[in-house]
């Protein structure tokens, strides 16, 4: 199984609709990084959570972390077809601090928007 | 600031050739990480450099090797292509340390014939 689920794969959603995508780990998180994709393009920074209980937002998403289930989740409010692409969740696995530039991905969850 | 620039953008190669793929960090990062990213297993971690040195490698085999230059820019080398390398390589760079996010480049999608 992989080390970090992404659910779900894929959503289709009418624009205005909000939507949550759930990363969740098998190993314990030193840090979650969330990242969108476009189609065969490089991935753009979202959002960094590092301590359990941390929330934070950017424009219409907003990312959490929950320690306790070593899951976090990312909001889009009033989706805009400008929020299609992949969005893909990473982690730092490795404890004190020995992650050293590695990031293990989610399998990425395909977005939708229709206009 | 520029980001993170990747070269080149596409690469054509046959069975068994070997294969260089650039990459130059946003300035003042000293670490820069590799991964490949497929159809089927996704990102994965190929290998770290920061200050020229080699901090953590993923599992690949010994065919995909790196290095990285006193300027930070690193380089990626594959020998002996499979058809199975086909993928599109993605560079990220950071600070190296701390606690900050990688930055990605736009790839150099290479296609095995």
């Known amino acids: 199984s992989q080390e970090l689920e992404q659910s779900p794969q894929s959503l289709i959603v009418q624009e205005g609709k909000n939507l949550t995508i759930n990363c969740t780990s098998s190993?314990?998180?030193?840090?979650l990084y969330w990242y969108k994709q476009k189609y065969g393009e490089g991935l753009i920074f979202l959002m960094m959570l590092q301590k359990g209980g941390e929330e934070k937002s950017h424009e219409k998403i907003t990312a959490k972390l929950d320690e306790k289930k070593q899951q976090s989740s990312l909001h889009i409010t009033a989706s805009q077809p400008s929020h299609a692409g992949i969005y893909l969740c990473g982690a730092e696995t490795d404890a004190g601090g020995t992650s050293y530039g590695k990031l293990t991905f989610g399998q990425g969850t395909i977005l939708t928007v229709h206009p | 600031k520029a980001g993170v620039t990747q070269t080149p953008r596409y690469l054509i190669k046959t069975r068994g050739q070997q294969v260089t793929l650039s990459c130059s960090p946003i300035s003042g990062h000293r670490s820069v990480s590799w991964y490949q990213q497929t159809p089927g297993q996704g990102l994965q971690f190929l290998f770290e450099y920061f200050s020229e040195t080699q901090r953590n490698k993923g599992n690949f085999p010994g065919r995909f090797s790196g290095r990285q230059f006193s300027n930070s820019r690193s380089e990626m080398n594959v020998s002996t292509l499979e058809l199975g390398d086909s993928a599109l390589y993605l560079c990220?760079?950071?600070?190296?340390?701390?606690?900050?996010?990688?930055?990605f480049g736009d790839g150099t999608r290479l296609s095995i014939l």
């Open positions: 990220a760079s950071s600070p190296g340390y701390g606690n900050q996010p990688q930055h």
């Open positions: 190993k314990t998180l030193y840090g």
